[in-house]
C-alpha cells in the first residue's frame, strides 16, 4: 500500500509554529525550528490519512509520533521527494496484533516547499521574543541581510536569502526596529 502526499496544510504547520513559539517563550528557550515543524504536520496528516478502521500507526512512545531516527529520514524524504515508510498496527483480539507497511511517496512541488518555508519564516517574524533571544543573539550585524541569510540556513535553503528578503523585507524590518527600541529602553 502507498500514500502520496504533494501538500502541506499550512494551517497545522502555523498551528504547530505558534503553539511552539509560545512554548519558547514561556521556557525562554529556542526550541521552535522549521524540521520539527515538517514533521509534526507531517505526522498529523499522515495520522489523519491512515488511523482508519482500527489501525494506528505504531508510536515510538505516547508523546511523539517518530523517534530521532525517523524523524529525520521523514524530513529528508520530504526534502528530497523520496518514500517514507510507516508501520500500522492493529489490534486483531487479546493477544494478538496485525500490522502492515505503507509507503508514502512525497511529491512535493517546488512552490509548495516554499510555500510552507514562507509560512514558517511568516510565523518566526511574529515571534519577537523569539527573535530576540534565538536568532539576533548570535548575530555581529542585525540587518535585513544577515536575517534573512539566517532564516534561509533556518529553512533549508528551500528560500533563498535573496528571496526571503523580497517577501519579508518590511516585516524584518519592523521586527528589527521592535526588538532594538525595546533594548534601548
Known amino acids: 500500500m ?31 525550528n522549521f524540521r520539527d515543524a515538517v514533521v509534526e504536520t507531517l505526522g498529523k496528516t499522515i495520522s ?10 505504531k508510536r515510538f512512545d505516547e508523546l511523539t509520533m517518530f523517534n530521532e531516527k525517523d524523524s529525520e529520514k521523514l524530513f529528508d524524504a520530504f526534502l528530497k521527494n523520496a518514500e ?15 500490522s502492515k507497511e505503507v509507503i508514502i511517496k512525497f511529491d512535493f512541488p517546488e512552490e509548495e516547499k516554499k510555500g ?6 511568516a510565523n518566526l517574524l511574529i515571534g519577537l521574543y523569539y527573535l530576540d533571544i534565538c536568532i539576533f543573539v548570535d548575530l ?3 540587518n535585513v541581510d544577515k536575517i534573512s541569510e539566517v532564516l534561509s540556513n533556518e529553512v533549508y535553503g528551500l528560500l533563498s536569502p535573496e528571496e526571503i ?3 519579508f ?6 521586527a528589527i526596529n521592535i526588538i532594538m527600541q525595546d533594548e534601548e529602553e
Open 116 to 121: 510552507i518555508a514562507e509560512e514558517y519564516i
Open 169 to 174: 523585507k518590511d516585516a524584518i524590518e519592523e
Open 84 to 98: 517514507f515508510t510507516v508501520t500500522l498496527k492493529k489490534k486483531v483480539d487479546e493477544r494478538k496484533y496485525e
Open 48 to 57: 489523519t490519512l491512515l488511523e482508519k478502521d482500527g489501525w494506528k500507526i
Open 2 to 32: 502507498s500514500l502520496v502526499l504533494k501538500e502541506l496544510d499550512k494551517s497545522d504547520l502555523s498551528d504547530y509554529v505558534s503553539e511552539s513559539l509560545r512554548e519558547d517563550n514561556i521556557a525562554e528557550s529556542c526550541y521552535t
Open 140 to 142: 555581529a550585524e542585525i
Open 165 to 167: 528578503k523580497t517577501k
